[in-house]
T-cell receptor, first 118, second 113 residues
Framework: ETGVTQTPRHLVMGMTNKKSLKCEQHLGHNAMYWYKQSAKKPLELMFVYSLEERVENNSVPSRFSPECPNSSHLFLHLHTLQPEDSALYLC?????????????????FGQGTRLTVV | AQSVTQLGSHVSVSEGALVLLRCNYSSSVPPYLFWYVQYPNQGLQLLLKYTSAATLVKGINGFEAEFKKSETSFHLTKPSAHMSDAAEYFCAVYSPQGGKLIFGQGTELSVKP
């Protein structure tokens, strides 16, 4: 148990559905991340939030919409996805985002949500 | 810009044999480097990290890694493989631009009895 909890663990959705992934951390961290892990590809950073503000969006399609209502919760809203969006979506958190303080800690990952788009 | 390259997408060793997983990095600033392990259907778990202290870093489960600036490498080793070490291993470098981890493509480790 890393202190980062993702729900659901598995999700199957149609291309016209709307669903949300949830991530919760109880570590007191001030930065949260969404990563996408596809088969045979490196982990792809999708979004970074620091102090509840989005600081990076790596050209992710608009069918993925993140939300960070507070420092403990992060959501990824999904709508009109494509089959190629099927992947493992990982949430992570860390403390000390700014000023190189990241070096004093590491990112803690949740167990991921296995998403299948049919 | 920071990047990492893991040599070999798949490594197979016998139980009890030496494990060596290779990672080379590119960084315009002194790097912070990490090794993560991912067991099937799980998230990533930190094995060890290098943050400019000792060049030989010891991690969990008997793993260690040595930072070699001259070779821009941060290879992961374990003297004796165990069946439970079978997993995917990721090398990562911290990028101060955006405060994010840049991951390598991963190396799948298989351990044969």
């Amino acid at each position: 148990e890393t202190g980062v909890t993702q729900t659901p663990r598995h999700l199957v959705m149609g291309m016209t559905n709307k669903k949300s992934l949830k991530c919760e951390q109880h570590l007191g961290h001030n930065a949260m991340y969404w990563y996408k892990q596809s088969a045979k590809k490196p982990l792809e950073l999708m979004f970074v939030y620091s102090l509840e503000e989005r600081v990076e969006n790596n050209s992710v399609p608009s069918r993925f919409s993140p939300e960070c209502p507070n420092s403990s919760h992060l959501f990824l809203h999904l709508h009109t996805l494509q089959p190629e969006d099927s992947a493992l979506y990982l949430c992570a958190s860390s403390q000390g985002f700014a000023g190189g303080a990241f070096s004093r800690t590491e990112a803690f990952f949740g167990q991921g949500t296995r998403l299948t788009v049919v | 810009a920071q990047s990492v390259t893991q040599l070999g997408s798949h490594v197979s060793v016998s139980e009890g044999a030496l494990v060596l997983l290779r990672c080379n990095y590119s960084s315009s600033v002194p790097p912070y480097l990490f090794w993560y392990v991912q067991y099937p259907n799980q998230g990533l778990q930190l094995l060890l990290k290098y943050t400019s202290a000792a060049t030989l870093v010891k991690g969990i489960n008997g793993f260690e890694a040595e930072f070699k600036k001259s070779e821009t490498s941060f290879h992961l080793t374990k003297p004796s493989a165990h069946m439970s070490d079978a997993a995917e291993y990721f090398c990562a470098v911290y990028s101060p631009q955006g405060g994010k981890l840049i991951f390598g493509q991963g190396t799948e480790l298989s351990v044969k009895p």
